[in-house]
């Protein structure tokens, strides 16, 4: 018998979660303590997370659909677009 938990806690949550939480380490890391304006800290990671997703993923991971790559990259945005949420109320 499957609980909930094991509903909720699938192998897309867990990829989801990962992206998600390593931008937001690194984008407000990299807004706490860079001199680059904000603006080029988002446009930089979120073309690093594009280039990771939808070239590197897509020729070097095996069973790497289009789809897996936009979760991925729909994790890395939730990150950056969570950084700059708590940056901006801080």
Known sequence: MTSLLDKIVTPAFVAFQAHCWFAYAAVYTAMSFSVASNGAIIATAALAAGIKEF?????FEDDQSFLDNLQDFAGYAAGIALAVLVRQHL
């Not at 070239?55 to 020729?59: P, Q, S, T």
């Open 55 to 59: 070239y590197i993923d897509k020729h």
